[in-house]
């Protein structure tokens, strides 16, 4: 199905730990991002990849990387996780940038991350 | 980007017509109407936007009122499967910028 895929689907990870949560669009969309959502919030961006070869901070980009490794890859490292970065992370891609917010804006179906 | 309140849970009988409100007093001559709504454990999911006219498509309506400052988001029969938290969103369409859902309305349909 088309869409946008993130692996894995759940992760326990050791604080001080690494790891890299993956998405892949095939869509043929231009931008795409990773957001955090917390039990009670709204989701928050992290990084975005307005096109292929550019990656932008977001909100929240302390203690995350990220590299947009074609148009259709845009991964999501954590160098040393810690406890603050349990969350459930959303990949996200649209075709005219942020433009519009509306039908092209796709999510994943999300990661969700523990760090104990 | 303006403020929007909802109220927090609403209850609808699965085939009735849903009629979700969203006050945004603030909204600004060029700030656009989304609604997105997310079932448990998935990600957030595209329903509709609107400016000022009155917009449907296959999952909903959107009413837009004539000064701007509330809307409706209608599911003219609602089924199990649109238990969902909907949100309601008012924004320029430009820019990069984190997608504000707020609480939302959590809508529960029933049998």
């Known amino acids: 199905n088309a869409g946008v895929t993130q692996t894995p689907k759940f992760q326990v990870l050791k604080t001080g730990q690494s790891m890299t949560l993956q998405c892949a669009q095939d869509?043929?969309?231009?931008?795409m991002y990773w957001y955090r959502q917390d039990p009670g919030m709204g989701l928050r961006l992290i990084y975005y990849s307005a096109s292929e070869g550019t990656t932008d901070k977001g909100e929240v980009p302390n203690g995350y990387n990220v590299s947009r490794l074609n148009k259709r890859e845009f991964s999501l490292r954590l160098e040393s996780a810690a406890p603050s970065q349990t969350s459930v992370y959303f990949c996200?891609?649209?075709?005219?940038?942020?433009?519009?917010f509306g039908y092209g804006y796709t999510f994943g179906s999300g990661t969700r991350l523990t760090v104990v | 980007d303006a403020k929007t309140t909802q109220p927090p849970s609403m209850d609808c009988a699965e085939g009735r017509a849903a009629n979700l409100p969203c006050n945004h007093s603030?909204?600004?001559?060029?700030?656009?109407v989304y609604w997105y709504r997310q079932i448990h454990s998935q990600g957030p999911q595209y329903i509709i936007h609107?400016?000022?006219n009155n917009e449907t498509n296959e999952m909903a309506s959107l009413i837009i009122t004539e000064d701007r400052k509330s809307s409706t988001l209608i599911l003219p029969h609602a089924t199990l499967r649109d238990t969902a938290v909907y949100y309601c969103?008012?924004?320029?369409?430009?820019?990069?910028?984190?997608?504000?859902f707020g609480k939302g309305t959590m809508l529960l349909v029933s049998p």
């Open positions: 603030t909204i600004s001559g060029n700030e656009y």
């Open positions: 996200a891609s649209s075709e005219l940038g942020a433009g519009g």
């Open positions: 609107g400016l000022k």
């Open positions: 969103i008012v924004r320029v369409p430009s820019g990069y910028s984190t997608l504000t």
């Open positions: 869509m043929n969309h231009n931008s």
